[in-house]
């Protein structure tokens, strides 16, 4: 259940508050009859003193909201928890996109976790929405704002990220999406990065794109574990794992070399894909298997450079905007997370679930289907263990990537590998013979 809390003094000149409950109501209503959320899913509405909607979770963690129109200034000064996350959404019309603008959302940050947010139009008639250094570029379409903030709400309190949610408002803020979820490509706006000019003016790089696809896993990934040290990758390697990645942060730069080099060797020595996660340029050095990254490890200039090494290419997504982002790159494989609650890393977002986790699934297929070309697969992470990795293949999600499931100190470690790689035949016999 997540409890909306709703100021008894309504600030916004957007609607009225019987209004917004009601649309609210019914957009959960859509989603739920699109298979989005569990049927069971519960909004519950309280009038409070607060100046800003917030929204509470269960698990006890509160995201204030707030929106503006025709400023960019927010109503902040209330919050008492510095720490707690803040989102304040302007609709701005005809603001001079300048870099100094786009800085000032991401250096000097306030204390407390404070996202802002524009709604905006450039002087060439494109609609923008704009987070630091991220934006969303719009065909110029009316918008209805209360129609448009009140999806935004609805996707936050479905755990949804911030980018994903101004991406499905903004596709479900039209008359033919008030039945239906956006499946297809060109339901969606599109993701863009930054670049500037002499004149320090922001234009924006659609997609990320490759020329050709990266190199195809030598063999299918089923089980794919991500460890810390070579002790672990090669205690799994003798156990028969074929895919497997090394995460090591922190480390001192030559010892960090010689565990890639090492690291490499076994995965040649056992005939494995060994997969270096980050240190992209020293996987290059040291002739690596493949690289995995994340959005913020990847740009189209080490696109570039891996493409041209031959390397294979696993990048990590969160979700529609960061999918939309890399899909025409053409990696090795896409990975999803995080599936639940994980420990094992600071995560940008809250975890998926099996409901998003079977939409993004299917969203991939869709695109490249759509492009004629061959289907990347996919890599499920974040919280898998043996107990759910059934559910989770029922997504049709390709493989599972696992951490503490597959601890080198598991008295059974071997035995639980072996039903990991059987469950994986299992699921795949079932589709099989459906």
């Not at 869709?366 to 107990?387: H, R």
Request: glycine share 4%.
């Amino acid at each position: 259940m997540i409890k909306i809390h709703i100021p008894k003094h309504w600030p916004y000149p957007i609607s009225s508050v019987a209004e917004f409950i009601t649309k609210i109501e019914h957009h959960l209503f859509c989603a739920k009859r699109n298979n989005v959320c569990s049927n069971e899913f519960v909004m519950k509405f309280e009038m409070v003193d607060e100046p800003t909607i917030s929204l509470r979770f269960d698990d006890s963690s509160v995201l204030y909201i707030d929106v503006s129109i025709g400023t960019n200034s927010s109503n902040h000064s209330f919050l008492s928890q510095e720490s707690e996350p803040f989102i304040s959404l302007h609709y701005v019309h005809d603001f001079l996109l300048q870099k100094s603008n786009l800085d000032s959302r991401s250096a000097n940050p306030p204390a407390y976790n404070k996202k802002e947010l524009l709604l905006t139009s450039a002087p060439n008639g494109t609609d923008y929405l704009i987070s630091s250094r991220k934006g969303i570029q719009f065909e110029r379409l009316p918008i209805d704002i209360a129609t448009h903030f009140s999806w935004f709400v609805v996707l936050l309190a479905l755990e949804f990220t911030i980018e994903d949610s101004l991406l499905l408002a903004r596709s479900l803020g039209h008359v033919s999406r008030e039945t239906s979820w956006p499946v297809k490509r060109q339901d969606f706006a599109c993701p863009v990065d930054w670049v500037f000019d002499e004149s320090n003016v922001p234009h924006c790089k659609e997609q990320l794109d490759s020329p050709k696809p990266f190199p195809s896993t030598l063999s299918e990934i089923s089980l794919y574990p991500v460890v810390d040290n070579n002790l672990w990758l090669e205690q799994l390697l003798q156990l028969g794992v074929k895919t497997i990645q090394l995460r090591i942060k922190n480390a001192e730069k030559r010892s960090l070399e010689k565990a890639i080099e090492e690291a490499v060797q076994l995965g040649k020595t056992y005939q494995a894909a060994v997969y270096i996660n980050d240190h992209w340029q020293l996987a290059l050095k040291c002739q690596a298997y493949g690289v995995h990254l994340g959005q913020d490890d990847i740009s189209q200039e080490n696109i570039s450079l891996l493409q041209q090494a031959n390397i294979r290419l696993g990048i990590s997504t969160h979700g529609y905007f960061e999918i939309l982002r890399v899909y025409r790159s053409y990696p090795s494989y896409i990975a999803l997370g995080h599936v639940f609650s994980t420990t094992t890393k600071n995560m940008p977002s809250r975890p998926q679930g099996l409901y998003k986790l079977a939409l993004y699934q299917k969203f991939i297929e869709g695109l490249y289907q759509s492009l004629g070309s061959k289907l990347i697969p996919t890599v499920a992470i974040g919280g898998i263990q043996l107990d759910n990795a059934r559910e989770v293949y029922r997504t049709g999600v390709n493989s599972v990537a696992v951490v503490r499931a597959v601890s080198s100190t598991l008295p059974n470690l071997s035995s639980v590998v072996r039903e990991f790689e059987m469950l994986k035949l299992r699921e795949v016999t079932d589709v099989n013979s459906n």
